[in-house]
């Protein structure tokens, strides 16, 4: 078959104000934005209120993306009310042998799916991750079990916003961030140099095997969020792909449209797979 594009993007309370309560004022310029991408497999996150009206967010997207299909992955509630749903959008390219939810171990929610592709023998695992933004302990018990899908022959994709910076990228000035948010991305005390970047989550992911695409093409220092003007830009939106899947990766590149045309405070991340290879 034809190259794979895998896309992730993180949609800021699903394209709509007040933390997705309010008007959709970002939502038409989001479907032309990522329509322009062309993706087969779509990880979103923060879809805010999609569960709604039977999950009437979800499939207008899905219709507007000119997607075949969409999955929900309905999230916890967190401290302040919000629900930070995730969705897997799919093209008619890609078939699905199982999808499901895990909110148990997870502050919002993984969402995931088995994937069959024609042409390509066995299935193709997906995991869309938004793990907890404002603990780095949490986040590295959050991928713990992710680690069995490097395993031998397991084709296996880890997206997702991680809240956690990717390998590569430089350490940001956090004297930039607002004292009370520190905690959110630095080391315990204690347990490290107090300034720097708690990375466990993806080096646990990284010793397991699993190769950063942006590694793969030399764009680990690309930013992908935090560009508002009380935040430090950073590369947290990352495709990681197993050993068996990872010789496919053709292609990766970070779209900031989304970011300069204000429909976002993340970019889009794309990967392109040749699954013949």
């Known amino acids: 078959m034809p190259v794979l ?26 479907m032309a934005f990522l329509r322009s991408l062309k993706p087969d497999i779509l990880a979103l996150q923060e879809c805010n209120f999609w569960e709604v009206l039977g999950r009437q967010r979800l499939h207008r997207a899905v219709r507007q993306l000119g997607m075949a299909r969409g999955f929900l992955a309905e999230a916890n509630v967190t401290t302040a009310g919000h629900r930070f749903h995730s969705a897997i959008l799919l093209s008619s390219r890609v078939a699905v042998d199982a999808e499901d939810a895990d ?22 695992e997906l995991r869309n991750l938004h793990l907890d933004p404002s603990d780095p302990r949490n986040r590295t018990r959050e991928v713990g079990p992710l680690k069995f899908l490097a395993g031998p022959g397991r084709k296996s994709l880890i997206v997702g916003d991680l809240n956690a910076i990717g390998i590569g990228f430089p350490e940001p000035d956090w004297t930039r961030l607002p004292q009370h948010q520190l905690d959110c991305h630095l080391h315990a005390p204690g347990h490290g140099p107090g300034q720097i970047a708690d990375r466990e989550a993806v080096e646990l992911l990284a010793r397991a095997g699993f190769v950063d695409a942006a590694a793969r093409f030399g764009q680990e220092t690309v930013p992908t969020a935090a560009f508002g003007v009380d935040d430090v830009p950073r590369r947290q939106d990352l495709i990681l792909a197993s050993p068996a899947l990872a010789p496919a990766l053709v292609g990766y590149r970070v779209h900031k449209e989304a970011v300069d045309g204000g429909l976002s405070d993340h970019a889009a991340v794309v990967a392109d797979f040749d699954l013949t290879v």
């Open 5 to 30: 594009r895998v896309v992730t993007f993180n949609t800021l309370f699903g394209g709509h104000t007040d933390s997705g309560f309010g008007p959709a004022d970002r939502w038409d310029g989001q």
């Open 103 to 124: 909110r148990t171990r997870y502050h919002h929610v993984m969402g995931w799916a088995n994937l069959r592709l024609e042409g390509v023998d066995g299935l193709v």
